[in-house]
């Protein structure tokens, strides 16, 4: 069950009641994995003399207080409001202690392992261990098997594993171990394809009256926006201000669809404005057309350009050409934080990408992985995600974290809730196991996104007008395809959001059981706003198409925020940072969504109803009330 104020990774840990310091063979499970993902077998077992790299994470100190330091920064009420953290406090904060290492290391060389075999990072974050199988199964008390998947893709992993009970307070992970993931194995048979929560589109007409808010609940254009959100018409380029989006390869933006949507749909972007390019791990841009690989790098653009212009609007471009090993967020969060290239063992060669990349293949990135080399600007918007399950509660924890961190140094990070309601990416939902269920399935339990459901992020759902309604109407949930919402199956109720959590249930507790859903009443719920969604008409291959998505919604917010740190740093301030707290304390900022709801897994989801609710979160904010309340914060 998940607790409130329950350490931060919910890990399937079995405890004994073993005190520190007694003999370190006495192992206790550490992880396990309820049975063998969908597609892959087991087919044969490990030869015991292969080798393999073992991968020790350390905890960190002072995780059990995330809560406590960003209530300190992001609270309205709070005396040190927006003093955030420098990286260098935040690394000294939470850097493991000298004992897990030394603790670690003495019970690896006990257990016969060579010193010249052990190898500790600088930072005292993981240990590294050169072993071979058979050894590796005697420290981890496990059995390795060879799997393949139904494309012929091979891997080594184990169905659980253990570790002494006098360390398991040092240790996070151990990778390789229970880790399954559909790309994992040879190049040759890993899959090509990324699976993204891609937005809908069609093709329309270019409007001739692009400036109209007539048609506003048919085609969103920013003029749309500007007029439901109250968002003014013009920005201002403001020093030191900064927007980011993310788009990770082979999405690739084009600078002629861009000045096609400038040219038509607004008045103040001149043609061949463009992002600032920020390349990571490659930053591959692709040449190809069409809406698969252009459009969600456009749509984000477009909007997020049009909105806060002149203020310059940074592209974060991720990835290379290999896309059989494909930049994660991790491979982001690494180029802006160069803690974190190391934090908990670092990157997991079994999910992030590694570089530098095989040369042979066309377009590959063959330097080494970046690592802080550019600064993250204030404001984050990230219109991709994974499905919460589909990799260990300890890798989505270590993502989450570094969330976490971002935040106590200032930035807003906003991610899109998804687009399958309940259901997971391409709708599958989770079997009784926590396996996936086939693409589509009508049955089975509500599968979460990630990072959508991680407490240190704004989770941005989807809404629009009624249909053919009007810009003045009340807005209620995005009804041509299902935003994203839920409750968490990994992270816990955080403090910002238990009484919007507890008033929810207390007036309109869903009609489901555990068995559809995370039903306890103490976990994270997400989204926590929701914005217009669909029908965005967006530059492609030389004309127009209109998508839908929460793609959309979150470079929108993102925008809205930006224009709002603009003006607080002109007036001496500095950014917001992490948002959820103020928006939680300060509801009357959202006009509240009371119609609507989700479907996936066979159900209608989760209905709109006063109030935070999974369909539609606080509601949809109101621009002018939300710079009132931020730009009054100190």
């Given amino acids: 069950m998940i ?53 020790f994470a350390l ?11 960003m209530r300190e920064v992001s609270h309205p009420e709070s005396k040190k409001f927006a003093r955030f953290w420098t990286p260098q406090e935040v690394i000294s904060t939470f850097a493991p202690s000298k004992e897990a290492v030394s603790d670690t290391v003495q ?27 058979a050894e590796a199964e005697k420290l981890l008390d496990t059995k390795y098997s060879v799997f393949q998947d139904d494309e012929g893709a091979t891997l080594m992993a184990c169905e659980s594993y253990a570790i002494p009970a006098s360390i ?10 229970i880790q399954f993931d559909p790309r994992i194995g040879t190049a040759a048979g890993r899959a090509m394809k990324r699976e993204t929560m891609g937005p809908k589109f069609r093709t329309v007409d270019v409007d001739p009256e692009p400036f109209s808010l007539d048609n506003c609940s048919q085609l969103t254009t920013p003029a749309c926006l500007r007029a439901i959100y109250e968002v003014p018409g013009t920005g201002e380029a403001v020093a030191g201000n900064s927007y980011g989006v993310v788009e990770f390869a082979p999405q690739s933006y084009n600078q002629v669809d861009l000045n096609g949507f400038f040219s038509v749909y607004t008045s103040n972007v001149p043609n061949d404005t463009a992002p600032i390019f920020t390349g990571v791990d490659g930053g591959y841009l692709s040449d190809d057309t069409g809406s698969g690989t252009r459009g969600e790098s456009n749509l984000d653009l477009c909007y997020a350009m049009s909105l806060v212009h002149p203020q310059n609007v940074t592209l974060y471009q991720v990835g290379d050409g290999m896309f059989s090993n494909p930049a ?9 934080d160069g803690s974190y290239c190391v934090f908990e063992g670092g990157d997991d060669p079994d999910w992030d990408a590694i570089y530098p990349h095989d040369a042979s293949i066309p377009n590959a990135y063959t330097g080494e992985p970046m690592c802080g080399t550019y600064n993250a600007t204030n404001v984050i918007s990230v219109s ?15 993502e989450c974290m570094e969330y976490m961190k971002l935040g106590l140094m200032g930035v807003t990070l906003l991610f899109s809730s998804g687009d399958t309601g ?108 929701a914005l217009s969604s669909q029908d965005f008409i967006t530059g492609i291959d ?37 948002l959820n707290q103020v928006l939680y304390a300060h509801p009357e900022i959202f006009d509240d969504i009371i119609e609507g709801h989700q479907s996936g897994c066979g159900t209608e989801g989760f209905q709109a109803v006063k109030g935070w609710d999974p369909a539609s979160g606080l509601g949809s904010p109101n621009f002018t009330r939300l710079k009132e309340v931020l730009f009054g914060l100190p």
């Fill in 3 to 55: 607790r409130r104020r329950a350490p931060f990774l919910l890990a399937v840990v079995l405890f004994c009641s073993l005190a520190f310091g007694k003999p370190t063979n006495e192992y206790v499970i550490h992880e396990k994995r309820n049975g063998v993902p969908e597609h892959w077998a087991k087919i044969s077992e490990t030869s015991g003399d292969s080798p393999i790299h073992l991968r």
């Fill in 107 to 133: 019970w690896l060389l006990q257990m016969g392992v060579p010193p010249k075999h052990i190898a500790p990072s600088a930072g005292r974050n993981w240990i590294k261990v050169e072993s071979t199988v």
């Fill in 542 to 578: 030389g004309g127009f198409q209109a998508f839908t998505g929460t793609s959309a919604a979150a470079p929108m917010f993102g925008a809205m925020i930006t224009l709002i740190n603009g003006d607080r740093i002109k007036a001496g301030k500095g950014p917001v940072g992490f």
């Fill in 59 to 69: 905890k960190q100190r002072n995780l059990e207080r995330a809560e406590e330091y």
């Fill in 168 to 177: 398991q307070q040092h240790i996070d992970f151990v990778s390789p171990t």
């Fill in 328 to 336: 994660t967020n991790n491979n982001f969060l690494d180029a802006i």
């Fill in 384 to 398: 991709y995600g994974r499905n919460e399950g589909d990799r260990p509660a300890s890798y989505t924890a270590r």
């Fill in 422 to 529: 309940v259901a997971g990416l391409s709708g599958r939902c989770l079997m009784d196991n926590g396996v996936p269920t086939p693409v589509g399935a009508s049955y089975g339990r509500f599968n979460p996104l990630f990072p959508a459901s991680c407490p240190w992020i704004t989770s941005v759902g989807g809404s629009a007008l009624p249909a053919n309604g009007t810009v003045g109407d009340s807005q209620v949930v995005a009804y041509k395809f299902a935003p994203g919402g839920g409750f968490s199956n990994v992270f816990p109720l955080p403090d910002y959001q238990a009484s919007a959590i507890a008033s929810y249930y207390a007036t309109h507790d869903p009609d489901y059981n555990i068995s559809r859903y995370n039903n306890s009443q103490a976990a994270r719920g997400f989204p926590d706003v």
